[in-house]
């Protein structure tokens, strides 16, 4: 689901303190885990949290973020987490929170351009906003009808963790194998054990 060149999966913060890596498989689904999403914890405190996270997955963008792009940020954000969960369990999505996704979306992202050339024109670098359109639109694909069967929860009764499942077989059931997936087949296999 990722843009070209953009990748998933994120460290984030466990009950016991220490990280493990969770691939939502969308880029717009981590954006949720920087803090919508998830147990409690925040990853944009400052302008400069943004701009850091932004980086790693909009390559060409200028870093420059300002408290009032925080600001539209997490209210896209919500958005967004507010609409995986609806996916996950099969309810509609609210109006607003459409609202807002197209509102973004409907804004200028980051074009696309090749490289090798000799003019300055398309060289330019990209803006926090239109980071924020990219993530948009992916967004729309996301929650767009053909990927909705595919946004689960973890299949671990004591997990919530969302993630859109872009594998081919369509088959994946953990938040991460080795935090859920290990814990379950361990269960499993107690179980069978007299
Ligand atoms: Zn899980």
Request: proline share 5%.
């Amino acid at each position: 689901m990722g843009q070209a060149g953009t990748t998933t999966g994120q460290w984030v913060p466990s009950d016991d303190g220490h990280r493990w890596w969770f691939d939502s498989g969308s880029v717009a689904l981590d954006f949720a885990y920087s803090g919508a999403l998830g147990d409690g914890w925040e990853m944009l405190h400052e302008p400069s949290d943004l701009a850091h996270w932004l980086n790693g997955r909009f390559p060409g963008v200028d870093g420059t973020v300002t408290d009032r792009d925080l600001i539209d940020a997490k209210a896209l954000r919500a958005a967004i987490a507010r609409l995986a969960i609806a996916a996950s369990s099969n309810e509609r999505a609210a109006t607003d929170d459409v609202d807002v996704v197209n509102l973004f979306a409907a804004t200028p992202d980051i074009p696309p351009s090749l490289p090798g050339g000799g003019r300055q024109a398309g060289r330019a670098r990209a803006h926090t906003g239109q980071a924020l359109s990219a993530m948009a639109r992916e967004a729309v694909e996301l929650f767009g009808s053909e990927s909705l069967p595919r946004i689960r929860e973890c299949a671990a009764d004591d997990c919530a963790m969302v993630f859109y499942d872009d594998s081919r077989s369509n088959n994946r059931r953990w938040c991460s194998m080795q935090r859920c997936g290990n814990r379950a087949k361990v269960r499993a296999h107690r179980a069978r054990t007299p």
